[in-house]
């Protein structure tokens, strides 16, 4: 097809060429914008898991502050693994925490041992969700 033929085709129907519009970049900033949005409900609502783990202890039927965190995560449709992971990270930073405390050094040793084994379930499970 030489210029002048494709120039007079494009006479003939000139909205044969797309625009750049298209479903997805529609769906892209919308998917995109709602991402955020849960992104930062998520990391609100962890944040809230944390500092209720802290104030009241791990366990929720005791810890109404943590039961009620436990709830609006699962209204807001959190991850369960996000959820553990707020959980486990708190257990982490207690256990660090009564380490440094400790003078004793088999029960230092003893916490320095889980601490590893906590950071190993992290990573795996955060390395096998990845995968």
């Given amino acids: 097809m030489s210029n002048l033929e494709f120039s007079i085709y494009e ?22 914008a709602k991402d955020a949005k849960r992104g930062k409900l998520f990391s609100k609502i962890s944040l809230e898991i944390v500092s209720s783990i802290k104030a009241g202890g ?30 486990k990270k708190v257990m982490l930073m207690i256990y ?3 380490c440094m405390r400790m003078s004793h050094k088999s029960i230092c040793r003893q916490l320095q041992n889980l601490q590893a084994m ?3 379930m992290l990573f795996t499970k955060a390395t096998a969700l990845e995968a």
């Fill in 11 to 32: 006479e003939a129907c000139p909205n044969i060429h797309a625009q750049g519009h298209n479903k997805w970049s529609k769906v892209k900033h919308t998917k995109g």
């Fill in 58 to 87: 791990a366990d929720a039927s005791v810890n109404g502050r943590l039961a009620a965190a436990l709830s609006k995560a699962k209204h807001a449709m959190m991850p369960k693994d996000s959820v553990d992971v707020a959980i």
């Fill in 96 to 98: 660090i925490y009564l």
């Fill in 118 to 120: 906590l950071l190993r």
